[in-house]
């Protein structure tokens, strides 16, 4: 089958960093729009990366400059490096091949999802 496993979440302090990974499986990232979203508790979701498939990439503004989304192929592998966090940057982050932006990242209505990963920055 097709499925989605992020790891690397985790609890870290104020300025620290995380590197998120989003291993795929029957499935790769070519030719396809790679995201990260995060939702907060008792937030919706949010697009916090993305890079397109024609090599275009997003940032939320909150993360410019502090976050970057890579991938290797020949791993099948999607990252997020995450620098300077910020209590605000506690959520649970979603990788999605292909998603389209729901309110709820528990509940996508397209594409492939993995199954979370939470990321709490302790002050």
């Known amino acids: 089958g097709i499925e989605l496993v992020e790891s690397g979440g985790g609890s870290v302090p104020t300025g620290g960093s995380l590197r998120l990974s989003c291993t795929a499986s029957?499935?790769?990232?070519?030719?396809?729009?790679m995201n990260w979203y995060r939702q907060r508790l008792r937030g919706s979701c949010t697009l916090v990366a993305q890079e397109d498939m024609n090599g275009n990439f997003y940032y939320d503004p909150s993360v410019e400059g502090r976050f970057t989304i890579s991938h290797d192929n020949e791993k099948k592998t999607l990252y997020l490096q995450m620098n300077e966090l910020r209590s605000q940057d506690t959520a649970v982050y979603y990788c999605a091949r292909n998603g389209m932006w729901p309110d709820d990242c528990t509940k996508p209505d397209y594409g492939y999802w993995g199954q979370g990963t939470q990321v709490t920055v302790i002050s």
């Open positions: 029957g499935i790769t990232f070519d030719r396809a729009d």
